[in-house]
């Protein structure tokens, strides 16, 4: 790995489209570049609208090559947990007698054939995550090249996503002129830079509050056990404020942002704004407390659904508790709502870099860290080469880039969970 690298992440998400440039120097993240863009085309996290949402992503591509000065071509793309599945699944393959020890190539047999399972036309494997090696019989392996052994085993988790959803993310991308590095479930993305490993190995619940949905994963054993999307999120927050405030929604998530509180017992009455209303031509003014009675009440709704699921999927309190990330999870007060809700320890996890220390940007950042220790552990390169915005030499790059054969949508999907192996190998 070079000495300084540099990674571009892109998150689509369902109110903004954000692009992160990020220099990585001697295992130390450096954020030089950020584009952060209204979202168009995007419903609870699904693309509706193709050519809105290719708009949408060119807008900040070009926001974040504006800020450091040079163009982007390559970008990692995070995936939804919207109709996510995991499956357990276990691959079993004889070692090549030919050499004395397991190679990389005994490894990605047996997890070639790990994936070899029945599955529905609509659904497609984003990725696998191995669990442990098994070499004639000996367990809890975690990298079993370089050993000697006749009998490779393999079991892991089968990350399965709707078709619809995969292909129209990465035909969005491509249609924005940009080349995938690498598909990145986005709860693991969001662990990367919010769950420790103690964290991991304990038992911790990750809600991440975006905008149109939230999305509720456990991870525990180091690895991510199971995921769910709630369709609700900061959206409905603002959308209650603009019914009970009788004003636009441009207002509403403005009042939002400047004077939202989550938790109604700490709001103050002193604080006191005032804000356009539908039908009156004088502004009407409003206390915080006002606000936080709605605001708490959406919000409430949104842990009590999350504590719902868990429930039913056999999950109570974990040791490691609740960490909260994403967009609405920074209105002043949604920790304490949380605590008092989810009934467990709570903390609030947000990238802690110059320009992005907002638990919305927990994903984008969280592309680029994942790539970076999937890279390292794998020995590849999955750093972008970026050339100064105007230079000719760019242009005639992009355009080699573009008449090369572009290989199918399911030739591209299996080439990304292979490089996704490679984190598991340390």
């Known amino acids: 790995m070079g000495e300084n690298e540099i990674y571009v992440s892109l998150d689509i998400g369902s109110s903004k489209i954000k692009v992160i440039i990020a220099e990585m120097a001697n295992n130390r993240l450096n954020i030089i570049g950020v584009g952060d863009v209204p979202a168009q085309g995007i419903k609870k996290g699904i693309i509706i609208d193709i050519d809105k949402a290719v708009e949408s992503i060119k807008k900040a591509i070009s926001q974040a090559e504006r800020m450091v000065g040079v163009e982007i071509s390559q970008v990692i793309v995070g995936v939804v947990a919207n109709q996510v599945s995991l499956l357990e699944t276990r691959g079993i393959v004889a070692v090549n007698s030919d050499k004395p020890e397991i190679t990389a190539e005994d490894v990605w047999n047996v997890m070639d054939a790990a994936q070899v399972v029945p599955l529905s036309a609509e ?117 209650d404020l603009s019914l009970g405030l009788n004003t636009s929604t441009a207002n509403a998530e403005k009042v939002k942002l400047e004077h939202g509180y989550a938790f109604y017992d700490e709001a103050s009455a002193d604080e006191i704004f005032a804000i356009d209303v539908i039908g009156s031509d004088q502004p009407q003014h409003f206390t915080q407390v006002e606000i936080a009675d709605m605001i708490e009440a959406r919000m409430e709704e949104i842990f009590l659904l999350a504590l719902d699921g868990l429930k039913q999927a056999g999950f109570n309190q974990l040791p490691g508790g609740f960490i909260l990330t994403g967009g609405a999870s920074g209105i002043p007060g949604a920790l304490e709502l949380a605590a008092k809700t989810l009934g467990g320890h709570v903390r609030l996890a947000m990238p802690d870099y110059i320009g992005v220390r907002d638990p919305a940007y927990a994903t984008s950042v969280g592309l680029i860290q994942y790539a970076y220790n999937l890279a390292e552990f794998d020995e590849r390169d999955l750093s972008n080469d970026l050339e100064p915005q105007g230079d000719e030499s760019v242009s005639q790059t992009r355009t080699v880039k573009q008449s090369k054969p572009k290989k199918s949508e399911n030739e591209k999907v299996t080439t990304k969970m292979k490089n996704f192996f490679g984190a598991f190998f340390e």
């Open 123 to 239: 659904r497609e494997i984003i990725s696998l995550i191995p669990n442990q090696f098994v070499v004639d019989g000996f367990d809890g392996i975690t990298d079993p090249r370089g050993m000697s052994g006749i009998r490779l085993e393999m079991e892991g988790t089968l990350v399965t996503g709707s078709k619809t959803i995969l292909h129209n993310t990465l035909r969005c991308v491509e249609r924005a002129g940009l080349e995938i590095t690498e598909i990145v479930l986005q709860p693991l993305a969001e662990a990367a830079i919010s769950l420790t490993d103690d964290d991991k190995e304990f038992g911790t619940t990750l809600i991440n509050i975006g905008a149109g949905t939230t999305t509720v994963s456990v991870f525990e054993q180091g690895k991510l056990i199971y995921t769910f999307t709630l369709p609700v999120g900061g959206d409905n927050v603002t959308k």
